[in-house]
Nanobody, 121 residues
Framework: QVQLVESGGGLVQPGGSLRLSCAAS????????MGWYRQAPGKQRELVAT???????NYTDSVKGRFTISRDNAKNTVYLQMNSLKPEDTAVYHC???????????????WGQGTQVTVSS
């Protein structure tokens, strides 16, 4: 079994910064990609950013230049540095580990529980 534990959410003023972390633990042999999605009230879940094990990244247009995703493969941990936050960034942020291969040869995606990010004055 694989678990994802997220941390770093909270309340911040517009223009402020937050850093999210997500650590995957369990019977992990390899993870293809890790990333973050978010879901605001009344809206569908949307991609924020992903990073593959080789380091290639993908960002949604609305966060480019403000958010930076990074990954520590040795720790199976992904980070999301969020700068210049805006009220429209308010959402529950969910971590995803895509293509997790375990030692029993099972291959699937895992989601974290989510962490609330609120941007408000």
């Amino acid at each position: 079994q694989v678990q994802l534990v997220e941390s770093g959410g909270g309340l911040v003023q517009p223009g402020g910064s937050l850093r999210l972390s997500c650590a995957a633990s369990g019977n992990i042999f390899d993870i293809f990609a890790m990333g973050w999605y978010r879901q605001a009230p009344g809206k569908q879940r949307e991609l924020v950013a992903t990073i593959a094990s080789g380091g290639s990244t993908n960002y949604t247009d609305s966060v480019k230049g403000r958010f930076t995703i990074s990954r520590d493969n040795a720790k199976n941990t992904v980070y999301l540095q969020m700068n210049s936050l805006k009220p429209e960034d308010t959402a529950v942020y969910h971590c995803i580990a895509e293509g997790v291969l375990d030692y029993y040869n099972d291959y699937r995606d895992y989601w974290g529980q989510g962490t609330q990010v609120t941007v408000s004055s």
